[in-house]
Nanobody, 117 residues
Framework: QVQLVESGGGSVQAGDSLRLSCAASGRTFNIDAMGWFRQAPGKEREFVARITWSGGATSYRDFVKGRFTISRDNAKNTVSLQMNSLKPEDTAVYYC??????????WGQGTQVTVSS
């Protein structure tokens, strides 16, 4: 089993930055990638970004490209999401997830990000 704990959410103004972190513990040797997802009120959960655990290859949704950066620290088993130039539409609960054998099987509890205009 893999346990994930997010931190770093909060309330900011449009244009501000936030950095989310996710600490993984447990059977982390099974992880092949880590992803960030978000869910806004009344909407489905959506993919934001992911990074492979070994090579560090990244992938982003178009709506965050150029503004968000995902990174990982394998030694500390952490993944971070640096979010710059935040917009009100970025308001959501952000979740980190661990991908094992091609499926996001483990999820954190989520952290709230609120961006006001």
């Amino acid at each position: 089993q893999v346990q994930l704990v997010e931190s770093g959410g909060g309330s900011v103004q449009a244009g501000d930055s936030l950095r989310l972190s996710c600490a993984a513990s447990g059977r982390t040797f099974n992880i092949d990638a880590m992803g960030w997802f978000r869910q806004a009120p009344g909407k489905e959960r959506e993919f934001v970004a992911r990074i492979t655990w070994s090579g560090g290859a990244t992938s982003y949704r178009d709506f965050v490209k150029g503004r968000f950066t995902i990174s990982r620290d394998n030694a500390k088993n952490t993944v971070s999401l640096q979010m710059n130039s935040l917009k009100p539409e970025d308001t959501a609960v952000y979740y980190c997830a661990a991908r094992v054998a091609g499926a996001y099987a483990h999820w954190g509890q989520g952290t709230q990000v609120t961006v006001s205009s």
